[in-house]
């Protein structure tokens, strides 16, 4: 299992943001079948005295293809949120994406609907900076 080049640099600006990295990967089996998101963090929300829960599947698109990557990652977007519907239900999936890919390919007007019509939550990074730009 390969993690995305842009693994650490996502990893340690969910730190900076206060969150606390549970899972390097975060494992999920459903019956025989193994999955590895990226990573999986928790945050103390002090309000509530609960544990806010996430997982994140990151993403760099840096193939010649964005809309291939584009295949690859909504699919694992998709298999993944079914395995945490059994396994952690209480645990809310986040693709994370650089911000220049999401400044070009994620605003076509397709993905944005794509984007829209499966809910899907985006983390938008900095990887030079190491950081969060957009939840």
Request: net charge negative; proline share 4%.
């Amino acid at each position: 299992m390969a993690k995305d080049i842009y693994h650490q640099a996502v990893k340690r600006a969910l730190e900076k943001e206060g969150w606390r990295i549970t899972h390097d990967p975060y494992p999920l089996k459903v019956g025989r079948i193994r999955l590895f998101i990226g990573l999986g963090a928790e945050r103390m929300v002090a309000a509530e005295r609960d544990d806010e829960k996430i997982a994140v599947e990151i993403k760099s698109f840096t193939d010649d293809s964005p809309v291939s990557a584009f295949h690859e990652a909504i699919g694992q977007y998709d298999n993944y949120l079914l395995a945490l519907e059994d396994e952690e239900p209480d645990r809310l999936l986040f693709l994370s994406i650089q911000n220049y890919i999401y400044e070009s390919f994620f605003q076509e007007p397709f993905v944005q609907k794509v984007v829209a019509r499966k809910s899907i939550k985006l983390i938008v990074y900095q990887p030079e900076t190491e950081e969060l730009l957009l939840w």
